[in-house]
C-alpha cells in the first residue's frame, strides 16, 4: 500500500519541523514524517533508529504516529521515552542507532510541537526536511521488517553527564526545569551531583503553568534570580522546554548571556588545547571573539543556527562552539551537541575549580553597552530582500561588511547586525558598542537603512553586557 501525504509548508522549518498541534501539525503529519524519514534513512544505509519526546501533551500521542509511520515503513524503533532532547542525542551514541527523531515543542508556547531530527554523525535540517515533503508527496509504500521496542536510556545518561562533573569544592546550585523535559533527568543528576541544589518547576508539565521555557528571555529569570539572591547561592541555571539551551545567572542574581558563557568555557578548553578553533554564531560579542584571540584559541564568526554551528563544529573539529541563544557544543570531553544538562555540570565544576566567584569569570571580559536581541516582524516575502537591500547600500558606502549571515557592519562605535531568522518571518537586529553615545548612533544607522527599506522602526533597549 502506497501513503501519499501534502504537509502544511509552514511546519517545515530550517532546523526542524514545528506547528500548532491540532492546526497545522496533526498525528496524520507525524505518520507522513515516519514514512517519509525511512525513504532518507534507507538511501543512507540505515534502518534502526531512537525515538523520545518531551513533556508536552500532545507529544505522546504525535510519538506513537510518528513510531507507526517509521515501523510501517520498514524500520526499528528504539523508544527511549520522556526526556529531554539532547538525552534522544545521547540515545543516538549509545545505542548505536543510525539516526534519532525527537517530537519536541522546544521553547515555543504549550499549543506547538515539533520533531527535531539527527543522523548518527550529524544534524538533518535545510534541504533534507524539504526532502521529507517531496518523498511524502510522491508517496511512501509499506515495508516489511520494522518492528520496535522500549530501550529507557535515562540512567545511562545521567551517568554520562557526571563523568565530568570534576569539582574541587560543593557549591550551593539553584536550577530552573521551567516544567519542561529536563525535570526527571535533573533531580537524578542533582542526587548524585556534591553540593546543595535547589530545585524550581521540576516536575514535567506540557502546560508550563510558571513560566514560559526559554532561558534568554530576562523576565522567564526572575524566580531563579529571586532564589539566588534569598539562599546564598554561588550560581543559578535555566533550561528551555527541552533542555538544549542554557541560562545563567551569577550569585548576584545578575544573567550571564550565552556569549559570556561561552567566554568562561572557552578559557578552560583552551588552557588544555592551545590554539583550538572556537565557534560562534554572528550575534556573539565582539568581546567574546577578542577573548578567544586573547586566551591563545583561533576565533571562527559562522552563522546562526543549532543545526549550522553543529555541522561547521564537525567539520571544523572544534572542541567547542555555542551562540547568543544559549545553544552551546561540546565537543571537548564530549559528542559535540548542544546538551544544556551537560554544559551546567561543566559551569558548576568550572566555578568550582577556580575559586572564584561566577561573576568575577564573566567580568574579566570589557563591559560593552548593547541592545538585546530585538526581533521585529517584517513580511515573509521581504525579509531577505530587506538584508540584500541594506547589503548593497552598504557597499555602495564602502562600509566594513561580514556577510556571512545577514549584515555585521563595523564601525568606529562598534558593530550593528541585521539578518533574516531561517523560522520566522521576522527580521533580527543587534548592536554592540564601548559607550552610550556609540550605541545611539549604532541604533540610528539600523533606523536610517530600515526607513530606507520601508520597514518600521523596532523598539531598541539598552543593556550592559
Not at 109 to 135: C, F, H, S, T
Not at 136 to 144: I, K, P
Not at 163 to 168: E, I, P, R, S
Not at 244 to 270: F, N
Request: charged share 25%; hydrophobic share 40%; glycine share 12%.
Amino acid at each position: 500500500m502506497t501513503h501519499r501525504h501534502e504537509f502544511d509548508p509552514t511546519i517545515l522549518r530550517e532546523y526542524d519541523i514545528r506547528g500548532i498541534v491540532g492546526r497545522t501539525l496533526t498525528e496524520a503529519d507525524a505518520r507522513a514524517v515516519g514514512f517519509a524519514f525511512a525513504g532518507l534513512l534507507s538511501r543512507r544505509g540505515g534502518g534502526r533508529v531512537a525515538l523520545g519526546y518531551d513533556g508536552r501533551h500532545s507529544s505522546p500521542a504525535l510519538a506513537d504516529a510518528l513510531q507507526d509511520g517509521l515501523v510501517s515503513a520498514g524500520v526499528v524503533v528504539e523508544r527511549v521515552g520522556l526526556g529531554p532532547t539532547p538525552m534522544l542525542y545521547f540515545a543516538i551514541k549509545h545505542l548505536g542507532a543510525d539516526a534519532g527523531l525527537m517530537i519536541t515543542g522546544s521553547h515555543n508556547p504549550p499549543e506547538y510541537n515539533g520533531i527535531k531530527m539527527a543522523w548518527a554523525d550529524g544534524p538533518v535540517y535545510g534541504d533534507a526536511i524539504q526532502e521529507l515533503a517531496r518523498i511524502a508527496a510522491a508517496g511512501c509504500a509499506e515495508v516489511e521488517g520494522g518492528r520496535s521496542g522500549m530501550r529507557p536510556i535515562m540512567d545511562a545518561y545521567v551517568s554520562r553527564l557526571l563523568v565530568d562533573a570534576d569539582l574541587d569544592r560543593p557549591l550551593t546550585v539553584a536550577w530552573d526545569a521551567g516544567n519542561g523535559a529536563t525535570g526527571d533527568a535533573l533531580r537524578q543528576l542533582t542526587d548524585r551531583l556534591p553540593g546543595r541544589h535547589i530545585l524550581l518547576f521540576d516536575d514535567i508539565d506540557g502546560s508550563f503553568p510558571n513560566h514560559h521555557p526559554d532561558p534568554t528571555v530576562p523576565e522567564n529569570l526572575t524566580t531563579l534570580q529571586e532564589v539566588v539572591r534569598r539562599e546564598g547561592c554561588d550560581l543559578g541555571i535555566a533550561f528551555d522546554g527541552d533542555g538544549d539551551r542554557i541560562g545563567a545567572v551569577d550569585e548576584h542574581g545578575a544573567i550571564v548571556w550565552g556569549d559570556q558563557l561561552l567566554a568562561i568555557y572557552a578559557s578552560e578548553v583552551l588552557a588544555e588545547r592551545p590554539g583550538a578553533m572556537v565557534i560562534a554564531d554572528v550575534k556573539a560579542s565582539q568581546t567574546l571573539f577578542d577573548e578567544i584571540a586573547r586566551l591563545g584559541g583561533t576565533p571562527l564568526m559562522w552563522k546562526t543556527g543549532h543545526s549550522l554551528l553543529k555541522a561547521k563544529m564537525a567539520e571544523t573539529g572544534a572542541p567547542l562552539a555555542g551562540e547568543m541563544s544559549g545553544h552551546i557544543f561540546f565537543g571537548d570531553r564530549y559528542y559535540g551537541f548542544d546538551d544544556a544538562l551537560y554544559c551546567g555540570v561543566r559551569l558548576v565544576g568550572l566555578v568550582s575549580r577556580s575559586g572564584q566567584p561566577l561573576s568575577a569569570l564573566r567580568d574579566r571580559l570589557p563591559k560593552v553597552f548593547n541592545t538585546p536581541e530585538v526581533r521585529f516582524q517584517v513580511d515573509e516575502a521581504r525579509k531577505f530582500q530587506v538584508v540584500e537591500e541594506v547589503r548593497d547600500r552598504l557597499a555602495a558606502t564602502g562600509a566594513e561588511v561580514t556577510a556571512l549571515d545577514g549584515v555585521r557592519v563595523n564601525t568606529r562605535d562598534g558593530w550593528w547586525l541585521l539578518r533574516a531568522s531561517n523560522t520566522q518571518d521576522v527580521l533580527v537586529a543587534r548592536a554592540e558598542s564601548t559607550s552610550t553615545d556609540g550605541l545611539e548612533r549604532l541604533k540610528a544607522a539600523i533606523l536610517d537603512q530600515l526607513k530606507a527599506s520601508g520597514v518600521a522602526a523596532p523598539d531598541f533597549a539598552l543593556s550592559e553586557h
